[in-house]
């Protein structure tokens, strides 16, 4: 290299760093955007091969109702895997936050064919849960790959963790703003880590788009009747939020108790889903219907089309608590959209509020309450059913989250600041200490 062309090279490289401290942003977003399109290409590709496999299970099982007599044998196979295979990676949604607060070792990349697996066979065979739980460990384990090539120090692990659940959650419900700040919010209850979002609006944003390239549908939900904002449907949006708070907080201690009956009681863990999973089955043929096991997506349409009975909420929240607490894989927030909006539409009995956006409002606001994250939840209401509804969403997701209480279906979920002033001795703790 001639000597000119080294002092122009000095010269570009003295503009180059002149340029970078006068603008320090710039290298942090471009590292970061440069992360956040890998995660949401790899988290998005994941969600919609999730979606389509889920959609097969379902369907495949609503066609061959004799499956659900397996669904013990499925819950020991399952149980065995995750017994002999799996044991660093059972504690799922919270070995995430774990590691965001504490980050130690790489997230074993096992965590997703296990968790994808489990789910789809819970599924299959008729058991009761949901979808976050598996889309967010896919995405954890997926994306803290990246750590090491990256050269990731601690901090930056807890960025990329909280990026993960945000693309996860936001391409599986098709909600990428509220994805966004549930991976912001979920991990520190109170408190928002501010350093983490742009990557985490970018990796939701960026995983839903790549969900969507690959033609995979979400699901859409309408509230026909909104009406005018007045003081009688703000007194009766409380008292539905009311409602709902404590619908949250019983799910919550009803699914940490049972689990903890199914593990006192049967030491083998392998055990506890043929226990489960009986029970589950006896009960569908029992009632002669399959409406509260799965997703139950058809019944959560029909809570925005017309008034629902009171049992439905109760009869979907016993096999949830059932399906989970044994050991099946899968998430807790469907069934939880369920419970909420199936509660809200049987409310419209005593409320005199229309039964669609009672029903809206209870999809996001147990939900809300059982999770702790009111603002996401806000949010999600707005980016499913419009921003017509947000104020009535606002009231029922904040009643629902304060009255919630110290209760969490997170319970490695800490507590940055209290909710009110009788809990502030819980700050900086779990809710597994409390």
Request: some cysteine.
């Amino acid at each position: 290299m001639s000597k000119n062309s080294r002092t122009i090279s000095k010269k570009i490289v003295f503009q180059l760093r002149f340029f970078f401290r006068k603008f320090p942003a710039i290298p942090y977003i471009l590292k970061w955007l440069c992360i956040s399109i890998i995660i949401g290409a790899l988290v998005g590709s994941a969600s919609a091969g999730f979606l389509q496999s889920l959609e097969w299970a379902t369907n495949f099982r609503e066609n061959q109702i004799w499956l659900i007599a397996f669904l013990p044998v499925a819950g020991f196979l399952i149980g065995l895997i995750y017994h002999y295979f799996g044991k660093d990676v059972e504690a799922g949604n919270n070995l995430l936050i774990d590691n965001i607060h504490d980050p130690k070792e790489t997230i074993p990349f096992k965590m997703a064919p296990f968790v994808y697996l489990g789910t789809i066979v819970t599924h299959f065979f008729g058991g009761s849960a949901g979808r976050e739980g598996t889309a967010i460990q896919m995405a954890g384990a997926i994306s803290d790959q990246l750590s090491k090539p990256f050269r990731l120090d601690k901090n930056e692990r807890k960025i990329l963790l909280i990026s993960a659940i945000a693309a996860g959650f936001g391409s599986v419900f098709g909600t990428p703003l509220a994805g966004a700040l549930f991976g912001l919010e979920v991990f520190l209850i109170g408190r928002i880590r501010y350093n983490a979002i742009f990557p985490a609006f970018a990796s939701a944003i960026l995983a839903d788009w790549a969900t969507n390239l690959w033609n995979v549908k979400h699901t859409h939900y309408h509230i026909d009747l909104i009406p005018k904002l007045e003081l009688p449907s703000i007194l009766y949006s409380i008292l539905a939020g009311i409602a709902f708070g404590i619908c949250a907080a019983a799910f919550s201690k009803m699914i940490h108790w049972a689990g903890g009956i199914f593990k006192s009681k049967v030491t083998f863990p392998p055990f506890r889903p043929i226990i489960g999973g009986s029970i589950v089955a006896i009960a569908v043929f029992a009632l002669g219907t399959t409406k509260y096991i799965g997703l139950g997506i058809p019944v959560i349409l029909e809570s925005f089309e017309t008034q629902l009975p009171l049992y439905d909420f109760a009869l979907k929240m016993i096999f949830t608590i059932i399906t989970l607490s044994a050991g099946f894989k899968g998430g807790e927030v469907t069934p939880l959209f369920f419970i909420g909006a199936t509660l809200g539409s049987a409310l419209s009995l005593f409320i005199p509020l229309p039964f669609g956006l009672l029903a809206g409002m209870g999809f996001v606001a147990v939900f809300a309450g059982a999770t702790n994250t009111p603002l996401a939840c806000m949010l999600m209401g707005i980016e499913l059913f419009g921003a017509e509804s947000g104020i009535y969403i606002a009231i029922a997701c904040i009643v629902s989250y304060l009255l919630s209480g110290r209760n969490s279906i997170y319970t490695n979920q800490r507590i940055g600041d209290s909710k009110h002033r009788r809990y502030e001795s819980d700050q900086d703790k779990s809710f597994s200490d409390l």
